[in-house]
């Protein structure tokens, strides 16, 4: 089954339980059970069955789940069976902890070269790399053939950031940046928005304090 086929949430669940898996695995765990896959996740039970029946039968009755296996099976899903190379578009702070970022190996996954325009920073060193000239993105990828790329500069240049990755070969990205891009259709986006995110938090806590110390003067208020 190609990976266009199974729905986005079911490949966010899949990262979820390979770091559960992984985990698991590290702390000497042979088998996980459905059951206890949910305990450690927070995804039900029956959801990660039935994200697992898009890829074929695992587990077995009685017995659970092997980590080992799964973990396998789950990497050559999310084509983590094989090291990812990145392209990392911006030498700034959120380039910078990406870099110094300690789990991406564990998932295979690797960040192959920094770019930045700044010829201030070109030539200088990004932890164990050096930046590279924005301008030779398609030169330097045509060496390391990543498909994989971060996008971490402001969003006025983010487009034009796009367009280069693009023409670079990347099908995939990172956009930390704030603005939405126009990418061809075979190209995928997924977008880091912080603000999106601690909005979203802002209103499911205040609503969660509304109704905890002050939902029935909130209702006496509007006349309910």
């Known amino acids: 089954m190609t990976e266009t086929r199974v729905p986005i949430p079911t490949l966010e669940r899949l990262a979820i339980y390979l770091r559960v898996l992984l985990d698991a695995h590290e702390a000497g765990i042979q088998t996980l059970s459905s059951q206890e896959m949910e305990q450690h996740s927070g995804i039900s039970a029956a959801q990660f069955r039935k994200d697992l029946s898009y890829f074929g039968e695992f587990g077995k009755p009685g017995v659970g789940y092997s980590v080992s296996g799964l973990i396998h099976c789950i990497e050559r899903i999310l084509r983590l ?33 920094v770019f930045d325009n700044n010829f201030v920073k070109i030539g200088r060193p990004f932890g164990d790399l050096m930046i590279e000239d924005i301008a030779r993105i398609k030169e330097v990828n045509a060496e390391i053939g990543a498909r994989l790329g971060i996008i971490a500069v402001p969003a006025h240049a983010a487009q034009e950031v796009a367009d280069l990755l693009v023409e670079a070969g990347v099908t995939g990205i990172l956009n930390f940046a704030p603005t939405i891009l126009r990418v061809p259709e075979h190209v995928h986006v997924r977008n880091v928005s912080f603000l999106q995110e601690l909005a979203v938090l802002s209103y499911h806590a205040v609503e969660e304090a509304l109704c905890v110390n002050g939902q029935a003067t909130r209702g006496g208020k509007d006349g309910v």
Do not use: C, K, M, T
């Not at 990145?86 to 070269?113: D, E, T």
């Open 81 to 113: 069976d094989e090291e990812q190379p990145i392209l990392l578009v911006g030498a700034g702070n959120i380039g910078s902890a990406l870099v110094g970022y300690p789990n991406f190996r564990a998932h295979r996954l690797r960040i192959a070269a």
